[in-house]
């Protein structure tokens, strides 16, 4: 794993654990992490993390329709 540095103002109140999750939430909604690797991310199993997805705005579901309608037509 990487490490990321992030400097925050000093008045700033941070919440680690918070940020981490939804870091990897909206890394998850756009992409650029997979399921295990956001939950990983965010320090916590795959269905911890898919459960606080409704807190971040985020769907688990995130194939584009267009997806989800090939995949489905293979059936």
Do not use: H
Not at 10 to 34: C, H, P, Q, V
Request: proline content about 4%; overall charge negative; glycine content about 8%.
């Amino acid at each position: 794993m990487k490490c990321l540095a992030l400097l925050v103002p000093g008045d700033f109140e941070f919440d680690e654990l918070g940020t981490k999750k939804f870091l990897a939430a909206k890394l998850y909604e756009t992409g650029r992490l997979s399921l295990g690797q956001a939950a990983e991310l965010a320090g916590l199993s795959k269905g911890a993390f898919s459960e606080i997805f409704a807190d971040y705005d985020v769907s688990l579901i995130n194939n584009p329709p267009s997806e989800i309608l090939r995949d489905a037509s293979q059936f």
